[in-house]
């Protein structure tokens, strides 16, 4: 797999019927490894074990609905009281980000109202937090570490 802009991190995997699998911590589960589930999983790694946030606050891969049509997020994570801290959007490295990509997020935060965005190919990484009273995102060189 191609090498990413994150640290190194170590992964369990697994192949069967010619498809390799990379065990999914969160999920807890094997999932066929992909570019983009190669640039989640780096990611969800990142969260975890750079920026400390616990596992038990982040989800990933769920459907939610946006303008009547069933979409799926990548990662959310969690604030402890239910409300959502970040929302990643995880690209295939060979995928460009694009504005496309940043309205897809956006379209995705009208029903999750995040503190933070994430948009990542794997060796472009862009974090923004968002600033409901003017309507707008900050471009920020990171996102916050996790704080109890």
Known sequence: MQQLNFPEYRFRFKSSENKVSIFDRIRKKFVVLT????????????????????????NVEKTIKVNKLNKRYDIIIFHPDGSINLIVECKSHTVKVTQDVFDQI???????????????????????????????????????????
């Open 35 to 58: 570019p983009e589930e190669w640039v989640r999983q780096h990611t969800i790694h990142y969260l975890i074990e750079s920026k400390k946030y616990p596992e038990s606050l982040i």
């Open 106 to 148: 956006a379209r995705y935060n009208l029903v999750l109202d995040a503190d933070y965005l994430m948009i990542t190919n794997g060796l472009s990484h862009y974090y923004c937090q968002m600033d409901y009273d003017h309507q707008c995102y900050t471009f920020l060189k990171d996102i916050p570490d996790y704080k109890k």
